[in-house]
Nanobody, 124 residues
């Protein structure tokens, strides 16, 4: 499975961005897809995830109500719509694929396919 992330950029606080992750390979529908982010000097953290089959969605408390994860079956693409962006959302965002159990959906170690990352910078 290969993941190609895009859509990052510079935006003012309060603005919006949409990240995309094109997924290619076999058995894509069996995966849970997630977005993680890593700010400068900080550890990678979970942002959102979606089970490709069924569409169950999961969010970190820090982004709940502002971010929305979705997938497009026809395009094999996962999106992260980010609204009401804050300077603390500044990070490199990574898409990832794996098959975590429900209790581990936020654990980066449960994901074994990773995209290259896309930088999101939110100015104040």
């Amino acid at each position: 499975v290969q993941l190609q992330a895009s859509g990052g950029g510079l935006v003012q606080a309060g603005g919006s961005l949409r990240l995309s992750c094109v997924v290619s390979g076999r058995a894509v529908r069996e995966y849970t897809m997630a977005w993680f982010r890593q700010a400068p000097g900080k550890e990678r953290e979970f942002a959102a995830a979606i089970r490709w089959s069924g569409g169950n969605m999961y969010y970190a408390d820090s982004v709940k109500g502002r971010f929305a994860i979705s997938r497009d079956n026809a395009k094999n693409t996962v999106y992260l719509q980010m609204n009401s962006l804050k300077p603390e959302d500044t990070a490199v965002y990574y898409c990832a694929g794996g098959k975590p159990i429900l209790s581990a959906v936020r654990d980066s170690q449960m994901y074994y396919h990773w995209g290259q990352g896309t930088l999101v910078t939110v100015s104040s």
